[in-house]
Every structure is written in structure tokens, then in C-alpha cells.
């Protein structure tokens, strides 16, 4: 509605003719609502594209004005040529970074389960290559997306877990994060209000394993465990290890051999527009998201990186992966990626 009144108006302003000075002033008006016009046409096209709708006119103008600020900000964090990454304005460009942080980021980092004191992994510098990549090997299934449902761990622990599977069984087969969602209760896991990794690797332990995703499908909401689904088991883990804290090393070491679950602080609105490169920053070590690192290399200038599977679909990132920065200065690893990281052990 105000949208068409405004081309109204220009429209007056361009029929009129009155004053030089107020000449002078509306062509300015002009250009500034044509700025708007072309924003609010890259407003509709996109809420075409992800399927958008809103309920009323002033949701919509809300949506639209912080669609237009992280635009902005987008296309002048993608001007800076010394950023080895760029932002785009992807699935999450109508939310505040507030907003964003409260539907996804779900990992109860905060609250640390006990730590595991075994590391299998701790003398095995021999066999870690210079570069890794699971899903040449066959042992990632494709990405998924986890949609509003704060349940990032359970699609951390089980791309780790198919990650294992494929290894010891060399089959893969796409695992249930919705049995995780609605029968693991587990120290802190609560479905979509979050949970740990380790807590589910425990769950899915001493429930003799777990389910696939074509059996117990993701719905995406908290819902009643399905104990009849639950029961029919396709992949076995015999336990879990956590990665000695604060050690990229230690980190590269399990990453060598398995598709490792790591935690990161992933609240920054660099990380809420990630498109493409390797991801340098900025962001802090509260850990409140749970992905899975994959793999790992070198970026054509010489940047070292971790190779990471979210579960926000493909839309975001490098068709649903990150490339974030390795060996850092800090111990933490970048979004403290070193910090808490774990593995199912088969
Ligand atoms: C690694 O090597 C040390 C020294 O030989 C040994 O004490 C330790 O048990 C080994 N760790 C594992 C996990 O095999």
C-alpha cells in the first residue's frame, strides 16, 4: 500500500511543474524512493524465492526495513576486498541477528557434561594427511536443514554418527535427528530447545543405536517418542570421546580419521550471512551451535581451514558447508571450534 502511494507521489512530483528549488528537492525524494522501489522489488523477489509470506502489511514493512539494513550491511562487509569471505543475502536476510540467534542456536555449551578422558587418537601424527575431505570418501550424506527447531546437536551427533558408521559398515545410510528430538532426554538434551552432543552419543549408546531418517522422518517440532520406530535400529555406536580442549593438533588428529562434532559460537551476523570463502571472523567462544567438521585443507592463498557441515540447508554457505579458519592464534580455535569437540566410537 505505502509502496504504491509513493509511485503515486513521484508520479505527481514528475507531472508538476512547480518551483526550480522545489524541483531540486523532489528529484532528490525521487531518487531516494527509487532506491527504495528497487529495494522493495529485491524484498519481493526473495520472499518468492524462500516461499516467505507475512501475516499483514506491518510485518511486512517491519521485514522489510531490516531486510534493507542487513542488505547494507552485506554489500559493505562484501566491499572489503581484504575479507577472504563473502556474505549474501540468504535465508535469514529478514531477521534481526537477535532474532536469528534465538531460533537456531541451541547448543548447551554452557552447561559442560562430564569429559571424557580417553583420546584413541592421541598418537596418531603418522596418519594425518595434509589435507581431508569425508565426503570424497563417501562417509557424509547430503545437507540437511534443521528449520526453526533449536536441535543443531542432534544433527551434529549424527552426522558424526553416520560419519563412524560409514567407516566401520562402509555403508551410508541418513540417520534420525527426529528420534534424537523426541525420545533422547539425556542430561541436557530437550529437543528443540537445545541439547549437547555427548549427551545424545550417550542416548544413542545405551539405546543400542539408532534409527534412519526415512524410518523416523524430521518433522522439525518437539514431539511424542515414536518407541515402535525407535525400536528398529540401523546404526550402533559403542560410546564417545571428547577431544583433548583447546588443541587444534588434537582436533586435527580426530578429523583425520572421523567426521568429528564440534561446537561453535556461530551468533555473529558474519556468520548469520556466510556465502562463500574462508570464514575468518568476527565472532567470540560462546558456544551455542553444534556442526560437524568434516574435513580439512589449505585455501589458495595459504590459508589453512576446517571444513564444516551445518544443517541449515543448502541455501547457506558454500552449498551448506563452511570453510573457517584453522591454526589460529587463539587456543580456542576461531568460534572456539577447539573447545568441545567429540566423536562416537564404533
Ligand atoms: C600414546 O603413547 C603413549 C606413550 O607411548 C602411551 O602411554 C599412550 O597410552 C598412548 N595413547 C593411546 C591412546 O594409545
Given at each position: ?102 531460533s537456531?542456536n ?6 559442560c ?12 601424527t ?9 565426503r ?22 549424527v ?11 562402509g ?28 549427551d ?18 524430521y518433522?522439525?517440532v518437539?514431539?511424542t ?23 587444534e593438533q ?29 570464514f ?44 573457517m ?22
Open positions: 500500500m505505502e509502496f504504491i502511494s509513493r509511485l503515486q507521489g513521484k508520479a505527481c512530483v514528475c507531472l508538476g511543474l512547480i518551483l526550480i528549488v522545489l524541483g531540486a528537492w523532489s528529484s532528490e525524494a525521487t531518487s531516494r524512493s527509487l532506491q527504495d522501489a528497487s529495494m522493495y522489488g529485491r524484498h519481493e523477489q526473495w520472499m518468492a524465492h524462500y516461499g516467505r509470506k507475512y501475516n499483514d502489511i506491518r510485518e511486512k514493512e517491519k521485514r522489510f526495513n531490516i531486510f534493507k539494513e542487513n542488505v547494507a550491511y552485506i554489500e559493505s562487509s562484501n566491499d572489503d576486498a581484504n575479507k577472504l569471505y563473502k556474505l549474501g543475502v540468504n535465508q535469514f536476510a529478514d531477521l534481526t541477528n537477535d532474532e536469528f540467534k534465538a537456531r541451541r547448543f548447551k555449551g554452557h552447561e557434561s562430564t569429559k571424557t578422558t580417553s583420546f584413541k587418537y592421541e598418537n596418531v603418522a596418519s594425518v594427511p595434509t589435507t581431508m575431505d569425508w570424497k570418501k563417501g562417509a557424509v550424506t547430503p545437507i540437511k536443514d534443521q528449520g526453526q527447531c533449536g536441535c543443531c546437536w542432534a544433527f551434529s551427533a552426522a558424526a554418527t553416520e560419519g563412524i558408521t560409514q567407516l566401520t559398515t555403508k551410508l545410510i541418513s540417520l534420525s535427528e527426529q528420534e534424537l528430538v523426541d525420545c533422547d532426554t539425556n542430561g541436557e538434551d530437550q529437543g528443540c530447545e537445545g541439547g549437547l552432543m555427548d545424545a552419543f550417550q542416548f544413542i549408546q545405551q539405546n543400542h543405536g539408532l534409527s534412519t531418517e526415512a524410518n523416523y522422518p518433522s522439525g518437539d514431539g517418542c515414536n518407541t515402535k520406530k525407535e525400536a528398529s535400529i540401523a546404526a550402533k555406536i559403542t560410546g564417545y570421546e571428547d577431544v583433548p580442549t583447546n588443541s588434537a582436533l586435527l588428529k580426530a578429523v583425520a580419521n572421523q567426521p568429528v562434532s564440534v561446537a561453535i559460537d556461530a551468533s555473529g551476523s558474519d556468520f548469520q550471512f556466510y556465502s562463500s570463502g574462508v575468518t571472523g568476527t565472532c567470540g567462544t560462546s558456544l551455542d551451535h553444534g556442526v560437524t567438521a568434516v574435513g580439512y585443507g589449505v585455501g589458495d592463498d595459504g590459508t589453512k581451514f576446517w571444513l564444516v557441515k551445518n544443517s541449515w540447508g543448502t541455501e547457506w554457505g558454500e552449498e551448506g558447508y563452511i570453510r579458519q584453522r591454526d589460529v592464534d587463539a587456543a580456542e580455535g576461531l568460534c572456539g571450534i577447539a573447545m568441545s569437540a567429540s566423536y562416537p566410537t564404533a
